[in-house]
């Protein structure tokens, strides 16, 4: 699946991109948000998906709310989203890459599960204010247009990504829906975070194998962690507090702050 220019209006792509959410939908308790590359984009996949009847199937599952442009519908479809995914309703929320949502909500703990990107947000290269920049970087630092372009459209995906996961106790699902990003060019420029858990073995992977992967997190992570568990990953123990190569670790974050 790809959200390039060449193939966003592909039927085929787009009844995937919907049979991925739907599945999910299937599986995930709470809450669901997915982003896509613009407001047009996702308008005309939504669309696409009334048609398909797959809007119907994921709404036997989960309330569907939509971000606009209009501040006060979107702050109405959060609210409801928020409150669907309290009360153990369960809900999707569809946004956009750069959007209010992308930009300043945070979706901890139930409220997002599980995140999808649909597809890598580049951002529009006709703004004369951009190729104003472009010339500038390129210009005074020898920046490649390409390279600035990738690295802004992986640096919002991860924030919108990101937005799932905001402590140490909380666990959700990232799905990058876009066979680009295990690309080296744009594998390499995601955070080191997001690299170190998207291993090779999850690159490119059908929707039956995804969702596989999925019930089998989902399920790990709902039994009981015992204090044993923890122990050398989130809670040390005296002995390993005392050691040397601890206290040089600790000390050696210390020194970052």
């Known amino acids: 699946m790809s959200s390039k ?7 085929a792509v787009i009844r995937n991109y919907g049979n991925l959410l739907v599945d999910m939908s299937n599986i995930v308790p709470d809450g669901i948000v997915g982003f896509f590359t613009s407001y047009t984009y996702m308008e ?19 309330l569907l709310f939509l971000e606009t442009q209009d501040s006060g519908e979107t702050s109405l479809a ?9 009360n153990g309703r369960g809900a999707v929320l569809l946004s956009v890459a750069r959007g209010k949502v992308s930009e300043g909500v945070d979706f ?8 999808i990107m649909f597809g890598i947000p580049f951002v529009y290269t006709q703004s004369r204010i951009l190729k104003s920049r472009l010339e500038y970087l390129r210009d005074q630092f020898q920046i490649r247009e390409s390279d600035f372009l990738t690295f802004d459209a992986l640096r919002h995906a991860s924030q919108c990504v990101g937005r799932a996961i905001r402590g140490k106790t909380d666990y959700g699902i990232m799905i990058f829906a876009d066979k680009r990003f295990s ?18 073995s999850l690159h490119n992977l059908s929707i039956e194998e995804g969702v596989q992967i999925a019930k089998r997190f989902l399920r790990q992570m709902a039994q009981p962690f015992t204090r044993e568990d923890q122990l050398g990953i989130s809670l040390l123990t005296l002995e390993q507090l005392e050691s040397e190569d601890i206290k040089r670790k600790i000390e050696s974050k210390v020194q970052l702050v």
């Open 5 to 11: 220019f060449e193939t966003r209006d592909d039927i």
């Open 44 to 62: 005309a996949v939504v669309a696409a998906w009334y048609e398909q009847g797959i809007i119907d199937n994921i709404l036997k599952r989960k």
């Open 108 to 115: 901890d703990h139930h409220l997002g599960r599980c995140v």
């Open 183 to 200: 690309r080296a060019d744009k594998y390499g420029k995601l955070p080191k975070w997001i690299q170190e858990y998207l291993s090779e």
């Open 78 to 86: 959060l609210f409801n989203y928020i409150k669907a995914c309290e």
